[in-house]
């Protein structure tokens, strides 16, 4: 029977980090993962490099610059007639994308001694696992047995009554992320990160999107000022987002789908093509075995664990979206890192007040740290500062200058909150931000930091000028 230190459970970015920094740490590792690719053959990468993070953020990518070419070239004395789209090509660069990354993953285990084992994992005690190999190299299940265990199964979407995926006419990210043609009318169930992100890619490729989501306010985990204006810049793309439309059913025949919605009590009734169901995900423990062996689940189905992954079994550890905390592939990453290190002896942690979030909508919302309005709520007294890139030198000379920097900084110490950016490559300014907190930096501290000109980095400085008082260029 083959015996290992250490045996991660799912080769997604929780996962196969962790497996990676175990055997870097010379412990004795194996990953265990079952997810297959369209030929099925065992792949790693999990959600996020096979259905999630990655291949949408290919699809935005196309679909931006295809909007560009149509309907933003022209501004810059670019002319292009008779601009098309294919969509089975935009897939396939798609999926050599994922391809090429899932087989580096395979090449980094080799690289660092990590044994892959592809197959279902069902743990029979904390030290045994039963290994059933699927897809391709279905065969006979085997045991293994280990001294430590990091769960890393991640989760899945969550099935909602009133709008049940046939993979035809109503799907969930999965086969949003496949349509071969594009939907004239595309229903979306959810404005959270994927009704945005998705309603996004296909509504710059020409479909009608309607987004239906029941809460009444917009992007809640993101600052209010914030939210607002990219409501309201996604509705001028063309993004119909219905706020206080809770689904209450559907139905559909070969052809289409009828969504039923209630708005403020009132019933209404949409038609579309293609409906897509994004209600959020739910932890996935299904076949695992968890519970048989005494590994402690919430009632909303996480398992259970300290702030240092370690589950009530003190040789298991579980990490990324099947624990409490955001569901976001870099927060994985980091607790996977984080338990690898543990098992090894040293003293890791996560700073989880420094992770941050982002939407990759255009302009691209993203964020660290507490939002104007949860500061109130607490009662903190703090300043705010807030720079928009209209005034940016850098946003206005290529013509993405919509949105804004807010920063919110303690009154009395001057420590950084939190900040939140709605505005081109938000994604990558947000950094900056992220690093500062991790030095328990101020604001004084970005405002006195040189930031290279013409850049939208000064946005962010800009915004730290404006939080002390000292604001520039408004
Ligand atoms: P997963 O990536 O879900 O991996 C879990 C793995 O465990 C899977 O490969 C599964 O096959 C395996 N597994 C489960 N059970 C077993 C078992 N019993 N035996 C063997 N293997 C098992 N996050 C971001 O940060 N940025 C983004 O841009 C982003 N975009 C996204 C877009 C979409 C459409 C979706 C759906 C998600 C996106 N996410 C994004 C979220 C991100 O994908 C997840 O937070 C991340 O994948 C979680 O990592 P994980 O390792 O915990 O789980
Ligand atoms: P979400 O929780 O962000 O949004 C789901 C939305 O659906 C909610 O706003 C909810 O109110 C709404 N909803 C639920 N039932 C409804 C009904 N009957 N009618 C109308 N609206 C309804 O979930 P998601 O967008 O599915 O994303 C799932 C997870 O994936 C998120 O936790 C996110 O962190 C992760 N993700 C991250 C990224 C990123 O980091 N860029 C991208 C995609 C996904």
Not at 225 to 250: H, N, P, Y
Request: hydrophobic content about 40%.
């Amino acid at each position: 029977m083959k015996n290992y230190d250490v045996v991660v459970i799912g080769a997604g970015p929780g996962g196969y980090p962790a497996a990676i920094r175990c055997a870097q740490l010379g412990l004795a590792t194996a990953c265990i993962d079952k997810w297959l690719d369209p030929e099925g053959g065992p792949v790693p990468g999990g959600t996020c490099l096979n259905a999630g993070c990655i291949p949408s953020k290919a699809l935005l990518d196309t679909s931006h610059q295809y909007s560009f070419i149509k309907h933003e070239a022209q501004e810059h004395g670019i002319h292009s007639a008779g601009v098309t789209l294919d969509v089975h090509r935009m897939m396939t660069r798609k999926n050599r994308i994922v391809k090429t990354l899932t087989q580096g993953i395979g090449g980094l285990f080799r690289k660092y001694n990590v044994e892959w084992l592809p197959g279902e994992a069902r743990m029979l005690s904390d030290r045994l696992i039963e290994v059933s190999p699927v897809g391709k190299e279905a065969g006979e299940t085997y045991p293994v047995t280990t001294r430590h265990v990091i769960i890393a199964t991640g989760s899945v979407p969550a099935a909602i009554s009133v709008a049940q995926v046939d993979n035809r006419l109503i799907v969930d990210s999965s086969g949003a992320l496949a349509f071969t043609d594009i939907p004239p009318r595309l229903g979306i169930l959810g404005a959270g990160v994927i009704g945005l992100e998705l309603g996004s890619v296909w509504g710059r490729l020409g479909s009608k999107v309607v987004i239906l989501e029941a809460l009444d306010r917009f992007l809640e985990p993101v600052d209010r000022k914030v939210a607002e204006s990219a409501f309201r810049l996604l509705g001028a793309q063309g993004l119909d987002i219905r706020l206080g439309c809770r689904v209450t059913g559907t139905g559909s025949n070969n052809r289409e789908v009828t969504v039923n919605y209630e708005n403020q009590q009132e019933k209404q009734q949409l038609t579309v093509d293609k409906l897509i169901v994004a209600a959020g995900r739910k932890p996935n423990t299904k076949g695992l075995g968890a519970v048989d062996i005494g590994i402690e689940i919430s009632e909303h189905g996480f398992i259970h664990v300290d702030e240092h992954c370690r589950t009530n079994l003190t040789n298991i550890y579980a990490v990324g979206d099947v624990v409490r905390g955001p569901m976001l592939a870099h927060k994985a990453t980091a607790e996977g890192i984080m338990a690898a290190e543990r098992i090894a002896g040293h003293k890791s942690s996560v700073n989880y007040s420094a992770i941050p979030g982002v939407v990759y909508t255009w302009p691209e919302i993203a964020w660290v740290g507490r939002t104007s309005q949860q500061l109130e709520a607490e009662a903190i007294d703090f300043r705010s500062g807030e720079f928009p890139f209209a005034a940016s030198g850098r946003a206005r000379a290529s013509g993405s200058s919509d949105g804004l920097v807010r920063i919110f900084t303690d009154t009395k110490t001057d420590r950084i909150l939190g900040v939140h950016i709605l505005g081109p490559h938000a994604s990558e300014l947000i950094a900056e931000a992220v690093t500062a907190m991790e030095f328990d930096g101020c604001g004084e501290d970005l405002a006195k930091i040189i930031h290279a000109h013409p850049t939208l980095s000064e946005a962010l400085h800009e915004a730290a000028l404006a939080a002390g008082g000292h604001s520039l260029h408004i």
